[in-house]
């Protein structure tokens, strides 16, 4: 069964820095990897979408890459503002799966 | 934001009991899907939906049922309330690829006492 982990849990930088979100999965037969935004008592906003053939996906200040044959997807946030305050899911679209499979998110917050 | 709406915001019941939860979407979209959230196993998919009554399990299926006899409504059905259903219930809809491009509701938040 495919495993999405992201680590760290939680990271607070000051704003106006630069920062990656680590996202790892253990099965690389994906259809795409995909970048989700939750705030808090809110559901989901899509970020970033990512085909199994492509290396990397821009939105703005966001860039997402993606290295399926080591199973690591990173998510590159370009000077961080308070509004990028939020947790980041990634989530993998796995070959003959119905489903998306989740990692349990990273807690961002920038601090002022 | 996507016009996606979920009914009830919040719901407290007790074991044993029926409950459902409603979706109700105005984009048209031919996909919908019913996750819950719960801490430390992040989104699990539930059911979901490839048109009307057209339906399929997703990863956490046991103890729910889902219904979808219009294209706009999406119903998620409890039929015996158990403690381990406590959690948030996502509502999500897309339209092209499955599991590609999801706009999700707000969620419910369920207790089951």
């Known amino acids: 069964k495919q495993e999405v982990t992201q680590i760290p849990a939680a990271l607070s930088v000051p704003e106006g820095e630069n920062l990656v979100l680590n996202c790892s999965f253990t099965d690389s037969a994906i259809y795409n990897l995909q970048w989700f935004r939750q705030d808090p008592g809110k559901g989901l906003t899509s970020l970033l979408l990512i085909q199994s053939s492509q290396r990397e996906q821009t939105s703005g200040r966001l860039n997402a890459s993606l290295d399926k044959s080591s199973g690591r997807s990173t998510l590159y946030i370009a000077a961080s503002q308070p509004g990028d305050s939020a947790t980041y899911l990634c989530?993998?679209?796995?070959?003959?799966?119905?489903?998306?499979?989740f990692g349990t998110g990273t807690r961002l917050t920038v601090i002022p | 934001d996507a016009g996606i709406t979920q009914s009830p915001r919040h719901k407290v019941t007790e074991t044993g009991t029926p409950v459902t939860l409603r979706c109700h979407q105005t984009e048209n979209h031919r996909y919908m899907y019913w996750y819950r959230q719960d801490p430390g196993h992040g989104l699990r998919l539930i059911h979901y939906?490839?048109?009307?009554?057209?339906?399929d399990k997703g990863e956490v299926s046991d103890g729910y049922s889902v219904s979808r006899s219009k294209t706009e409504d999406f119903l998620l059905t409890l039929e015996s309330a158990t403690s381990s259903q406590t959690s948030v219930y996502f509502c999500?809809?897309?339209?092209?690829?499955?599991?590609?491009?999801?706009?999700f509701g707000s969620g419910t938040q369920l207790s089951v006492l």
């Open positions: 939906s490839y048109g009307v009554k057209d339906t």
């Open positions: 999500a809809i897309s339209e092209g690829a499955v599991n590609e491009k999801l706009f």
């Open positions: 989530a993998v679209d796995q070959t003959g799966a119905n489903n998306l499979f």
